[in-house]
């Protein structure tokens, strides 16, 4: 008999299971050169904290104005992180519960995620809607919002560490840091890392996912 998982991974998509955030890659693939890193001012006041992910997402479906079928065309040519099938493999053990956390869009992460193999990973992500026009965005069907997250990541580890699990969050950025407030053990990149050193929470900077295998198996409860 297997042992009951005891750890819930909590792994983001956009910057960490792809190597760029998976917006900012369609765009630049998309946008002519007269409207190309508009959204890159939307992105930063995003990581400075000064927006929060819906106002982020409206903006960024009005600059990119793609329909659904366009964005699964972009999203399967978005690039993944070198290292991946090595991470996942690890956390095919027993003691580790995996899931995809992300305040990016279904219309490219499930896609991306079909197309790498990978459709069969639990996943929570916010939804961009389409009327046959516009889109409206929504929270996961699974997500909380807080005042700056739509599927805020803080509620998902609350809820995983009231199940009794240890949590573990993996990320690189702004959507992360409710997380990482409240994770048993953070591996930040990028941004995350600036996060969480601003707001002394304690984390382990990573760069190849194959850091993440080591430190794991290192802190992994022992087996029985
Ligand atoms: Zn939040």
Not at 9 to 26: M, N, Q
Not at 118 to 126: A, E, Q, T
Not at 190 to 196: E, F, K, S, Y
Request: charged share 25%; proline share 7%; with cysteine.
């Amino acid at each position: 008999m297997s042992r009951a998982s005891t750890t819930t991974v909590l792994l983001d998509f956009d910057g960490t299971i792809t190597v760029r955030d998976a917006d900012f890659v369609i765009a630049d693939a998309v946008l002519p050169p007269a409207r190309a890193n508009g959204y890159v001012p939307l992105a930063e006041a995003y990581e400075r904290l000064e927006i929060g992910a819906a106002a982020y997402f409206e903006r960024f479906l009005e600059l990119v104005p793609l329909c659904p079928e366009e964005f699964a065309r972009e999203a399967v040519r978005v690039p993944l992180r070198p290292g991946l099938d090595r991470l996942l493999a690890a956390l095919g053990q027993p003691e580790f519960e995996l899931r995809v956390l992300s305040e990016g869009l279904d219309v490219y992460i499930e896609p991306a995620l079909r197309a790498a193999g990978l459709g069969h990973l639990p996943y929570s992500c916010n939804r961009a809607i389409w009327d046959g026009v516009g889109y409206t965005v929504a929270p996961a069907a699974d997500g909380v919002p807080c005042a700056r997250c739509l599927n805020c990541k803080g509620a998902h580890v609350q809820r995983a560490r009231d199940a009794g699990r240890r949590v573990v969050m993996v990320g690189n950025g702004a959507s992360d840091l409710c997380g990482a407030r409240r994770a048993d053990l953070v591996f930040a990149r990028d941004g995350l890392v600036d996060h969480c050193r601003r707001e002394g929470i304690a984390h382990t900077p990573f760069d190849r996912f194959d850091e993440i295998v080591r430190a794991l198996r290192l802190s992994a409860p022992p087996a029985t």
